[in-house]
């Protein structure tokens, strides 16, 4: 028979991939490998058999523990497979959708949007994803976001925020700020004014809108043909795609010009 070549044993199966992304936490017993893949003894045993023939992990003091060549292997792994996994949980979501506006240093670092779910409106609801919005506004003690399109409904629900002491930073791309200057000039002179509220200028129209809070992400973004989708958000509740969402925002920021006073037509970006 053929011995499997390293990446083979690693990648097509996923009893040792999980194993190996298990013992990168640290040792651990059979009981604990049993219990964490839900399987038996004489289920698990051949593929631990299999990982120790080929140096990946090694028994000792009753534990099983990953070899040096093992942790260098799975720790250069981890990211190509969280990666794949991101883009292939919703593929027609990501093939149809214009990611040139996620910055190169995101997009290498996708794979750590963990746990998201697509969520859509639809005949029974057609106003979901504002809803969806919505709620995050109205239920988040930090709030971070970024804009691309317009929604009457967000100066009002940022206007609240700012109201409550939210902590709240908005970025918006110059085409979206030049609008609202026009119609929500006094809207956009309190919000400024609030201690809390910070509000920023983007001098470039960007292909994406996404909001972030302490405890959620969310991303909308246009389709391939310019559209945007208004009705598609991708949410994550994820700790890790938190944090992404917290950078992409970061990134954003650090290029934009803060407002620190109402802006006269004149001074439009």
Same mark, same amino acid.
């Given at each position: 028979m053929v011995r499997k070549?390293?990446?083979?044993?690693?990648?097509?199966?996923?009893?040792?991939?999980?194993l190996l992304f298990y013992l990168d936490e640290g040792p651990k017993s059979l009981s604990d490998i049993k219990e964490y893949l839900n399987t038996t003894s004489p289920e698990v045993s051949p593929r631990l058999k299999e990982l120790i023939e080929?140096?990946?992990?090694?028994?000792e003091g009753k534990k099983y523990h990953?070899?040096?060549?093992? &942790?260098?292997? %799975?720790?250069? #792994?981890?990211?190509f497979f969280e990666t794949v996994s991101v883009f292939e949980q919703e593929s027609d979501f990501w093939n149809e959708h214009d990611i040139t506006s996620i910055p190169n240093e995101l997009l290498l670092r996708i794979g750590e949007?963990?746990?998201?779910?697509l969520i859509e409106d639809d005949i029974n609801d057609i106003n979901r994803t504002n809803?969806?919005?919505?709620?995050?506004?109205?239920n988040s003690s930090n709030i971070?976001?970024?804009?691309?399109?317009?929604?009457?409904?967000?100066?009002?629900?940022?206007?609240?925020?700012?109201?409550t002491n939210v902590p709240i930073s908005i970025v918006l791309s110059k085409n979206i700020f030049n609008y609202v200057l026009d119609?929500? &000039?006094?809207? %956009?002179?309190? #919000?400024?004014?609030?201690?809390?509220?910070?509000?920023?200028?983007?001098?470039e129209n960007i292909k994406i809108s996404h909001v972030v809070t302490d405890n959620c992400m969310l991303l909308t973004m246009f389709y391939k043909n310019n559209k945007f989708d208004?009705?598609?958000?991708?949410?994550?509740?994820?700790?890790?795609?938190?944090?992404?969402?917290?950078?992409?925002?970061n990134y954003y920021k650090l290029k934009a010009t803060k407002i620190n006073e109402m802006i006269t037509h004149s001074k439009k970006f």
């Open positions: 070549s390293l990446f083979d044993l690693v990648t097509l199966s996923g009893v040792r991939r999980d080929r140096n990946l992990i090694l028994f990953l070899t040096p060549m093992g &942790k260098t292997i %799975i720790t250069n #792994f981890r990211p949007i963990r746990n998201y779910m809803t969806e919005v919505a709620n995050l506004f109205s971070f976001g970024v804009s691309c399109v317009f929604e009457s409904n967000y100066p009002q629900i940022c206007l609240n925020a700012a109201r119609a929500y &000039k006094d809207e %956009i002179k309190e #919000f400024i004014k609030s201690p809390n509220a910070e509000f920023y200028v983007l001098d208004a009705h598609t958000n991708l949410v994550s509740y994820d700790k890790s795609s938190i944090n992404w969402g917290k950078d992409l925002f």
